[in-house]
């Protein structure tokens, strides 16, 4: 009988600990949110101009198709893709770590915001 309550005892210390964890996890994060976000800090993009975007894209469209519609095998489609996308893509062709000598030429001349604005503008094409 003694083992039958030993091992009560230790299943409810492990649901007593497993309880206790989750909860203290939940309220870190809770806490985290509370703190971070009026800093800002939780936003780590700066937003993208859609309208900015369009007039920043006409050099874009020469090989990649009026409003990233590319009809060219060679040219991917730009309209549509996710805007953390195309962002992390220009993000790599401008410093290097992906290649491809036209666009890393044209990459380079891209501040932030323009990858911001290039990536709201095409993202928002259907």
Do not use: W
């Amino acid at each position: 009988m003694a083992t039958s309550t030993t091992n009560t005892t230790t299943i409810t210390h492990v649901r007593y600990t497993s309880i206790k964890r989750r909860v203290f996890t939940l309220m870190t994060s809770l806490a985290m949110s509370i703190i971070i976000a009026p800093t800002g800090i939780s936003n780590a993009y700066a937003v993208g101009s859609v309208k900015e975007g369009g007039v920043k894209a006409r050099a874009c469209q020469v090989c990649h198709g009026k409003g990233g519609k590319s009809t060219k095998e060679a040219y991917p489609i730009l309209a549509g893709q996710h805007a953390a996308y195309l962002r992390k893509q220009l993000q790599a062709f401008r410093t290097g770590a992906r290649k491809d000598p036209i666009m890393n030429g044209m990459a380079i001349e891209l501040s932030d915001q323009d990858i911001e604005d290039l990536a709201a503008f095409f993202s928002s094409i259907e």
